[in-house]
């Protein structure tokens, strides 16, 4: 009996140890709404997958489910790195449904839907760091000032969890951009301009990821 | 713990809650104090702070309980935490990390931040 439950026992532990070298990394991509989270999973899932992982939108809160878009396998200089990338909704403190109310294409219901969604997408969000990324990468607007609350715990709760950490600086493509605004925001960490809608600077970008997540 | 007491008279009130009472609490009961006080339109403000697990937590709560017409969710502000003054390798392993930073927590509907650096935070509060 003892024999045969250790024989089962040390099966299951080879068995689980085997599952766990395959297993993909998970690389969540956070920031707060509208820094272009989406556009980024996009571009990366288009690039090296031909799909997309969901619909990009100017609209706030666009994205309120995490959506993981699996196996995108990136070449960089002759080898591959194989990782599963989660798109994450825009983390926030605040959710208020007035201000879906500010688009048109929106009356009370579904603003007050949209908003509950979104209240719902940001706990989701906060979940998946705690419990279920290997790595994050985090998207910032280089148009907007990066010293906000949300930022600086966001950071704080990523480090202390010890996740490797690129900090993407997006939309340099736009005039008022600034990438070294976001350096001086987070020195600790190496960040990288890219546009994720204009493809600006993406072989850095890859050439990043595979440093940081192969 | 210095309080300053609420009023029924459209005050604000203001509870600045110290580290002492804070450090035997668990986390949820943390994010409870915290929560509760907001949620009555009151300022919190924490003399230690919140580790970053608690503010992870504090921000997962907040969303479940944000209410269309009743309740926006959080404003919070601390200090920035001093690049130089990382915990070491050592007081990490044996969980010392420093969390200690002034916090302050109110309604989103009532607290704005109007400015914020190293070393000061300055807020203005609305009435309910």
Redesign the interface.
Known sequence: MGLISGLKSSLQQVRESLFTEEEQKRIGIYGPPNAGKTTLANRIARDWTGDAVGPESHVPHETRRARRKENVEIERNGSSVNIDIVDTPG???????EEFLDYEEFDQDEA?RR??EA??G??EA??W??EDVDGVIYVLDSTTDP?T?VN??LI??I???DLPVLIFANKIDLDDASIKRIEDAF??HETVPLSALEGENMDEVYDKIAEYFG | MPEAKASDNGGVQIDLISGQRMENLASMEKIRVILDGVRDGNIVILEEGLSPDEESKLIEVTMTEISPDEFNGIEIETYPRSQTNDASILDRIMGKEETAKLTVIGPANQIETLHKDETLISALVSRK
Do not use: N
């Not at chain 1, 983390?91 to 449904?97: A, R």
């Open positions: 983390v926030t403190t605040k959710v208020d449904y007050v908003s509950r209240t719902e940001v706990a906060m979940h760091l705690r010293f609350q600086t715990m704080g709760i480090e202390s969890r020195p600790q």
